[in-house]
């Protein structure tokens, strides 16, 4: 069940794209204002929604301040844009970010699958990332593991943790005579 915001000042529209979200099986939060909208964003945290349904034409602002809150917090949360109003600079725009847009009116079928295809976009992007950042950390680790190992090569460690004879001086039972150097052993 993905959680899907839903960013629209007209009533009908938005019982409209709640009901149709709920029939799919998603779990639709609903905001009115872009105020709304920022505010659940504020509180959902680490809780992000997996997609965003917006309205660019809100009566307290533009909708594009969407975009900017929720990339701070979850880069790769999926944005379905459905608008009547927009500029067709905007919508270029939107288009050449990798958003899709939802020219209002639309049936329920083009929604459905408009939601359908930014949800996949979503989690094949999420998956990259954390391929990425598998192999990226995964390589910094074995690079930490590979200098660890040279580091203990260059000490003269033993693999299997016993000492060899150069460090015999440290073994217990054993001192080092003041005046006859760090390499002459007498036994205690």
Same mark, same amino acid.
């Given at each position: 069940?993905?959680?899907?915001?839903?960013?629209?000042?007209?009533?009908?529209?938005?019982?409209? @794209?709640?009901?149709?979200?709920?029939?799919?099986?998603?779990?639709?939060?609903?905001?009115?204002?872009?105020?709304?909208? @920022?505010?659940?964003?504020?509180?959902?945290?680490?809780?992000?929604?997996? @997609?965003?349904?917006?309205?660019?034409?809100?009566?307290?602002?533009?909708?594009?301040?969407?975009?900017?809150?929720?990339?701070?917090?979850?880069?790769?949360?999926?944005? @379905?844009?459905?608008?009547?109003?927009?500029?067709?600079?905007?919508?270029?725009?939107?288009?050449?970010?990798?958003?899709?847009?939802?020219?209002?009116?639309?049936?329920?079928?083009?929604?459905?699958?408009?939601?359908?295809?930014?949800?996949?976009?979503?989690?094949?992007?999420?998956?990259?990332?954390?391929?990425?950042?598998?192999?990226?950390?995964?390589?910094?680790?074995?690079?930490?593991?590979?200098?660890?190992?040279?580091?203990?090569?260059?000490?003269?460690?033993?693999?299997?943790?016993?000492?060899?004879?150069?460090?015999?001086?440290?073994?217990?039972?054993?001192?080092?005579?003041?005046?006859?150097?760090?390499?002459?052993?007498?036994?205690?």
């Amino acid at each position: 069940m993905s959680r899907v915001m839903v960013v629209e000042d007209e009533p009908a529209i938005r019982r409209f @794209l709640e009901a149709s979200l709920l029939r799919e099986g998603h779990r639709p939060i609903l905001a009115a204002t872009l105020a709304a909208a @920022l505010d659940l964003l504020k509180k959902q945290g680490t809780e992000a929604p997996d @997609l965003v349904i917006l309205d660019l034409s809100l009566p307290d602002g533009n909708g594009r301040a969407i975009f900017e809150a929720v990339a701070r917090g979850r880069p790769g949360v999926g944005f @379905l844009v459905c608008s009547g109003y927009s500029e067709p600079k905007d919508l270029d725009a939107l288009l050449a970010a990798g958003h899709r847009v939802l020219q209002k009116p639309f049936t329920q079928r083009q929604f459905v699958e408009a939601v359908q295809e930014r949800l996949a976009a979503a989690a094949a992007w999420a998956t990259a990332a954390a391929t990425t950042r598998s192999a990226l950390f995964g390589s910094v680790r074995a690079g930490q593991q590979e200098q660890e190992e040279g580091t203990a090569e260059q000490r003269g460690d033993r693999p299997d943790g016993r000492l060899g004879p150069e460090d015999a001086e440290d073994q217990p039972g054993e001192r080092v005579a003041p005046d006859e150097g760090r390499g002459s052993h007498k036994k205690g």
